[in-house]
């Protein structure tokens, strides 16, 4: 196999059992297996944990909206061709969510707000759905169901430069985590195609003007390109490179000043009046279908300890040693590791290269010694034999590298 099939996350998502198509769902469509769901569940608690430190909410949304919700916000016009559209047996029309801010614009448009409630941060990973062209889907990087890793900031436009900084240092401490570092692309409006573009030039000057201040204040490795911006705003976009030294789009912060507009969104300023308020979408992942597609190909299939369906794969070399296996496994479950019993029939060491072959981070064996010593053989993913270490011992060790979220 070449490098690049090594890496390949659609050969390494069968093998590692972690999502899978079916003809009858559809192509595009990944269905995750429970392997595949911790990986996304554990990316997704990740983000939210460092996003409920700078005051975020979590919202819930339906999937689907009448299409006047569209019309108001111009996605019924601009995204007619890759919206799924449902017709109700009463014969209205309603379409699937390609994205969500629409939707929220309405949980914020509730009630009138005073500008002492300002910002108010609304996150919400949940799916979205667009009607891609088969031959543009590719395993999980481009699907037509795929999930936002969604946040929506309502401020006052005084208070933008702030939230995208808090933004942007959650973005930071993300991806440091992987250790990819990241390039910063300012993605501006294109004064050729103004008819692209929802509202006027001189709020997308301002706009862009405070998005440049903050990439030169962070004194960011950025560029600027012109034509990226989506059509109600300009974005920083991030984009790293993986282990194979190929770029991926990643996190994305964008300042839309056009949809509350539309919307008429406002607080209550100190004088008593209705002030025009801005929004900003703010994906960390983007999706993360297509987040975990990178990080598979990042790492060949071998995740971080924290990351890893399995953790530890517990192996009692015959039969005698089932019993103590299995109150090994009971310790370690215990102390919430994820741990699984690799007792069949199989020869010790078929069941070690499985175990090698699915990547799992920790092997531990036990034999005669280890039973009558109350210890186990471990062997470490990249590192071989570690030694012998009893069952307390080693969960605590793992323990603390799970919570670093190294390794
Ligand atoms: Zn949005």
Known sequence: MSNAEQHDHKILGRE????????????????????????RNLLDEYVWELRKNYGYERVEIPHITKKELYQKSGHWDKFKDELFRIKTREGHEFALKPMNCPHHTQIYARKPWSYREMPQRYANSTMCYRDEQTGELGGISRTRAFTQDDAHVFCRMTQTKEEFLKIWDIVHEFYKTFGFTLKTRLSLYDPKEAKKYLGDKDVWAVAEGILREIVEEKKADYFESIGEAAFYGPKLDFITKDSLGRDWQVATIQLDMNMPERFDLSCVSENGKPERIVMIHAAIMGSIERFMSVLIEHYAGAFPLWLSPVQVAVLPIGEGHQAYAREVMKKLVAEGIRAELEDSNETLGKRIREAETQKVPYIAVMGDKEVSLNTLAVRKRGAGD????SAEDFSQLIKKEIQSKLG
Do not use: H
């Open 386 to 389: 570690t030694g012998a270490t």
């Open 16 to 39: 590692l059992d972690l999502f899978v198509f079916s003809d009858l769902v559809g192509s595009g469509l990944p269905l995750f297996t429970p392997k595949g769901t911790i990986i």
